[in-house]
């Protein structure tokens, strides 16, 4: 019996909503690195580490099991090193799993730190449900993102009583879904469901007045005065 995860992604044809899926700079061994001198010698960092240590983290790409264990445990050592000190997010995904986006975003709630999230690229689906759930005040677009809520899906194989029981299981995500993001957005539930029910493409303003983000950032200027310890 196969049952896939059920998952939100960008587009129901390809793994995003508009780009083909595209070879991991990692994998290439592409990552920038950064070469520091301090009185001690110089010390080498891989662009993303260095950005670790301003309290920058990233999700690019789909929304999996290894992407949410990464940035979890970049939130947790954020917060150990300073609880009071705001952690920047900035996301460009198509979406992907529920369960490891639920991951991400529980984290952020239960951390001390507010979690300042920017969208770069695409906010789609479980990526749109994660910036949404940044602090109120200090969630961004720039402005060519693109934005895009739906609904969860999920294809099952097995026994009829197998795939009711996952029906129902994805129906409860569906509306647990639409009731988190009607408390962050502000919007109703009624209206929620309607929107969610196809794929639905927001720009960057259409995105601030829908209320899942609070301002399209065009220079680093513009963004609120985060909280610093």
Avoid: W
Wanted: overall charge negative; aromatic content about 8%.
């Amino acid at each position: 019996m196969i049952l896939p995860e059920m998952s939100m992604y960008g587009s129901r044809q390809s793994g995003g909503a508009f780009d083909a899926p595209t070879p991991d700079t990692q994998a290439l061994g592409m990552v920038p690195m950064v070469i520091e001198t301090s009185g001690r010698g110089e010390r080498a960092y891989d662009i993303y580490s260095r950005l670790l240590r301003e309290r920058v983290i990233f999700l690019v790409g789909p929304v999996n099991d290894a992407t949410a264990n990464l940035i979890v445990a970049q939130l947790l050592f954020l917060e150990s090193e300073n609880p009071d000190k705001d952690i920047f997010f900035y996301i460009n995904s198509p979406g992907g799993s529920v369960t490891a986006g639920m991951a991400i975003y529980d984290t952020m709630q239960f951390i001390k730190p507010d979690v300042s999230t920017l969208c770069i690229g695409q906010a789609c689906s479980m990526g749109s449900f994660l910036l949404a759930a940044g602090e109120k005040g200090k969630r961004y677009c720039l402005p060519n993102s693109r934005v895009m809520i739906h609904q969860p899906m999920g294809g099952f194989q097995g026994q009829a009583s197998d795939i009711e029981i996952h029906a129902k299981e994805i129906l409860f995500l569906k509306q647990k879904l639409n009731s988190m993001l009607a408390q962050h957005t502000g919007q109703s539930i009624e209206r929620i469901e309607r929107d969610t029910d196809r794929d639905n493409f927001l720009s960057a303003e259409a995105a601030v007045e829908y209320g899942l983000v609070d301002k399209v950032l065009s220079s680093r200027g513009e963004a609120a005065e985060p909280t610093k310890a």
